[in-house]
């Protein structure tokens, strides 16, 4: 008997081969990425490369489809080569593609967000809750490795740095981060310092990790269609964001520029 779960790409899909999976496993997962920079030793579309690899691991172990990855992040971190679109279409964007997806009959949406920011990650959530409220579309919607640990969310460092590596290598050019200290500004990196530290073998073990909780949440939803584990995680992520939002404010335009300039006035 073949138990391999049904799956495909959304956009290779013709209409009743998309039909026949939804009738089976109604999860559609959304990989969210950004061309956004990350310092001189990573590629711009790290995000969006990290997201869709995880994504297409998770729709492979619990069937559903896998959209193609949306490469536009909202106040990236202030560079030149960094694309961005305002917070507010960027909502629209993610408002109209759950909507369209609860019409069409999906029970299960999954965002994985490769771009990572508080502000960011407070609308993906608001998002999902609204779907959920409007529609009853169970909707996850979290940052690649926030469900293995909050810690790991970082930016050019150890974390993502090491993901990449297990990914494309050649993408990869520690090197280019020099010698000396890191200061965010000049080198993308906030958080723990991927110099001699980042490694094929710690982004095998952090990506295995990651899609393994996804599995396991999207198991769950699957099999309980309850929306209260959903809400306990927002919660509880809300919760992680406090203190942000009491510094900064709800506004997420304005939230992030002042947050990013707190982080590199010293340097």
Same mark, same amino acid.
């Given at each position: 008997?073949?138990?391999?779960?049904?799956?495909?790409?959304?956009?290779?899909?013709?209409?009743?081969?998309?039909?026949?999976?939804?009738?089976?496993?109604?999860?559609?997962?959304?990989?969210?990425?950004?061309?956004?920079?990350?310092?001189?030793?990573?590629?711009?579309?790290?995000?969006?490369?990290?997201?869709?690899?995880?994504?297409?691991?998770?729709? +492979? *172990?619990?069937?559903? @489809?896998?959209?193609?990855?949306?490469?536009?992040?909202?106040?990236?971190? &202030?560079?030149?080569?960094?694309?961005?679109?305002?917070? %507010?279409?960027?909502?629209?964007?993610? =408002?109209?593609?759950? =909507?369209?997806?609860?019409?069409?009959?999906? *029970?299960?949406?999954? #965002?994985?967000?490769?771009?990572?920011?508080?502000?960011?990650?407070?609308?993906?959530? =608001? /998002?999902a809750q609204a779907a959920m409220t409007r529609h009853?579309?169970?909707?996850?919607?979290?940052?690649?490795?926030?469900?293995?640990?909050?810690?790991?969310?970082?930016?050019?460092?150890?974390?993502?740095?090491?993901?990449?590596? /297990?990914?494309?290598?050649?993408?990869?050019? #520690?090197?280019?981060?020099?010698?000396?200290?890191?200061? &965010?500004?000049?080198?993308?990196?906030?958080?723990?310092?991927?110099?001699?530290?980042? %490694?094929?073998?710690?982004?095998?073990?952090?990506?295995?990790?990651?899609?393994?909780?996804?599995?396991?949440?999207?198991?769950?939803?699957?099999?309980?269609?309850?929306?209260?584990?959903?809400?306990?995680?927002?919660?509880?992520?809300?919760?992680?964001?406090?203190?942000? @939002?009491?510094?900064?404010?709800?506004?997420?335009?304005?939230?992030?520029?002042?947050?990013?300039?707190?982080?590199? +006035? %010293?340097?």
């Amino acid at each position: 008997m073949n138990t391999t779960p049904q799956w495909g790409r959304y956009a290779e899909l013709r209409p009743e081969a998309l039909a026949r999976i939804r009738a089976v496993v109604p999860v559609a997962y959304l990989p969210w990425g950004g061309l956004d920079w990350h310092g001189p030793h990573l590629p711009l579309g790290l995000n969006g490369l990290i997201a869709e690899a995880i994504t297409e691991r998770a729709v +492979k *172990r619990t069937g559903g @489809v896998l959209l193609p990855v949306t490469d536009w992040p909202a106040a990236s971190f &202030p560079h030149q080569a960094s694309l961005t679109i305002s917070f %507010s279409i960027l909502r629209t964007m993610l =408002d109209a593609i759950l =909507d369209g997806l609860a019409r069409s009959g999906w *029970r299960i949406a999954v #965002l994985i967000s490769g771009y990572y920011g508080p502000a960011y990650d407070l609308m993906c959530m =608001d /998002a999902a809750q609204a779907a959920m409220t409007r529609h009853g579309l169970l909707t996850l919607a979290v940052p690649t490795l926030a469900l293995v640990d909050e810690e790991m969310l970082d930016h050019g460092g150890l974390w993502e740095s090491s993901v990449l590596l /297990a990914l494309r290598p050649e993408l990869v050019a #520690l090197q280019a981060l020099g010698v000396g200290p890191l200061l &965010p500004a000049e080198s993308g990196v906030v958080g723990r310092d991927p110099r001699d530290t980042a %490694s094929i073998s710690l982004g095998l073990s952090a990506l295995n990790l990651a899609v393994g909780r996804v599995v396991a949440a999207v198991a769950d939803l699957i099999e309980r269609n309850n929306p209260a584990p959903l809400n306990a995680l927002y919660e509880q992520r809300r919760q992680h964001y406090q203190a942000f @939002v009491a510094r900064y404010g709800n506004d997420p335009d304005v939230a992030t520029a002042a947050w990013w300039q707190d982080l590199t +006035k %010293s340097e």
